[in-house]
């Protein structure tokens, strides 16, 4: 089953700069095209590092009153140096945060989380930018209306992976809540059912009222056969 993926979500058209690109330039690029980072490549789109408006910010920070100036000089070295920095080579964060067009959204969603970063450049298989992928884009997946939803809990699951007779459970979305009713023959089917459904892109909670006719989870002990 086919859940969305990085590249379904990702921004294929990618603002970027060069290691050479002065600061103001920089600054240029982020305020027209109104985004707060933008990769540095290299001359075969790899990616080098990423300039955000806290890279960019230390410049400003170190023209402020002296007083502040004496805050500021007791942070650390690379605090330092990029506020003196005139290129985006010296200014960027490196290495950059990234991820490929296949990975899950969730697994993009825990590395922006674990790494403290707000959107993860997207390379292809040789290393080189393809889009790039913003917390705001990972949440494009809970615009799926109710009707794609449920198509895809009734083809994907249901019928396909669990081969479900037509009739036997009845499916209800509402603003991305799944319920599901019926009735099924064992217990193992039932829960695979509800995991499978929670699966389904967009979907944000499952209600599986769905009954059985047998639990096929608990091991009868009196069946047991010894070991010998």
């Given amino acids: 089953m086919r859940t969305w993926q990085v590249g379904d979500v990702m921004t294929r058209e990618v603002e970027t700069v060069l290691a ?10 982020l305020l027209r095209r109104g985004v707060s980072a933008v990769p540095v490549i ?9 300039v955000s408006e ?33 290129l985006a080579g ?13 990975a899950p959204l969730s697994a993009a969603a825990r590395l922006m989380d674990r790494e403290q970063v707000k959107r993860l450049p997207v390379l292809d298989d040789l290393g080189r930018l393809i889009g790039i992928v913003s917390r705001a884009d990972l949440l494009r997946v809970h615009l799926r209306s109710d009707a794609e939803i449920r198509e895809d809990v009734v083809q994907e699951v249901l019928r396909r992976v669990l081969a479900v007779q037509d009739g036997l459970v009845t499916v ?4 991305g809540d799944v319920t599901l009713a019926g009735r099924l023959d064992r217990r193992s089917a039932v829960d695979l059912a509800g995991r499978l459904a929670g699966q389904v892109s967009g979907v944000v909670r499952v209600t599986n009222a769905i009954a059985y006719d047998a639990d096929d989870t608990v091991v009868d002990l009196g069946q047991v056969m010894p070991v010998a």
């Fill in 42 to 50: 290299d001359d075969f789109r790899r990616v080098l590092g990423v």
């Fill in 20 to 29: 050479e690109t002065p600061y103001r330039e920089v600054v240029d690029v």
């Fill in 54 to 86: 806290a890279d960019l910010l230390h410049r400003i920070e170190r023209a402020g009153e002296p007083a502040l100036r004496r805050v500021f000089e007791s942070r650390r070295r690379v605090a330092r140096a990029k506020s003196a920095a005139l």
């Fill in 90 to 102: 010296d200014l960027m964060t490196a290495p950059a945060v990234t991820t490929n067009p296949e």
């Fill in 172 to 175: 209800e979305v509402r603003h």
